[in-house]
């Protein structure tokens, strides 16, 4: 089993709709969450970080854990065709030594 | 302005030959990675250092050395460049005072041929 996992997709949604990518890790000593979002050709950006279970806001993006269910998920209100990106799900994991684990991403799609 | 910056952000080379990819961050952060991405878009890392010290070295083959000279300074040398090597290399810094965000440089695509 992957630490952190994610469906590759593509997932795919019209513009203006709420986009839901999740992502569920196995570590249950995990601190600390964040999604990046990846362009093609480009390097991976911090959108979001979240520690405590429960929804963070900002902006349009909403991040959301559950760490009983070892689940989180990252909403896009508004999907915009700029926000056609993979996104990678990562976790701060002490088994790890405290590093960084990646997800393998999922590919979103937004069509205008 | 850049933050974190990589060269070259392209290299094309032959099996068998060295190469090395510099880094550097203007961030202050003490901690940096390297990271390999390859063509499935997995994003693995390879080494990590916290103010010129090696702290994570994961199971990357010997031909990898890393070096830091100062704190904002991580460079990647690869001996004897293989086929598999081909991928999208990306450094990193990450600020350990405060959210353990990390910050990307550009990539480097590696190409062995």
């Known amino acids: 089993q992957k630490e952190v996992e994610q469906n590759s997709g593509p997932l795919s949604v019209p513009e203006g709709a709420i986009a839901s990518l999740n992502c569920t890790y196995s570590d249950r000593g995990s601190q600390s969450f964040f999604w990046y979002r990846q362009y093609s050709g480009k390097s991976p950006e911090l959108i979001m970080f979240i520690y405590s279970n429960g929804d963070k806001e900002d902006g349009r993006f909403t991040a959301q854990l559950n760490k009983a269910s070892q689940y989180v998920s990252l909403l896009i209100r508004d999907s915009q065709p700029s926000d056609s990106a993979t996104y990678l799900c990562a976790v701060r994991t002490r088994n790890a030594g405290n590093m960084l684990t990646f997800g393998g991403g999922t590919r979103l799609m937004v069509k205008p | 302005d850049t933050a974190v910056s990589q060269t070259p952000k392209y290299l094309v080379t032959q099996m068998g030959n060295d190469k090395s990819i510099k880094c550097e961050q203007n961030?202050?952060?003490?901690?940096m990675y390297w990271y390999k991405q390859d063509s499935k878009k997995f994003l693995k890392i390879m080494f990590s250092?916290?103010?010129?010290?090696?702290?994570i070295n994961e199971t990357v083959p010997n031909r990898f050395s890393p070096k830091s000279p100062d704190k904002a300074h991580l460079n990647l040398h690869i001996n004897s460049l293989e086929l598999g090597d081909s991928a999208v290399y990306f450094c990193?810094?990450?600020?350990?005072?405060?959210?353990?965000?990390?910050?990307f440089g550009p990539g480097t695509r590696l190409t062995v041929t």
């Open positions: 961030l202050g952060h003490d901690t």
């Open positions: 250092y916290n103010n010129k010290e090696l702290i």
């Open positions: 990193a810094s990450e600020d350990r005072t405060r959210t353990y965000e990390q910050y």
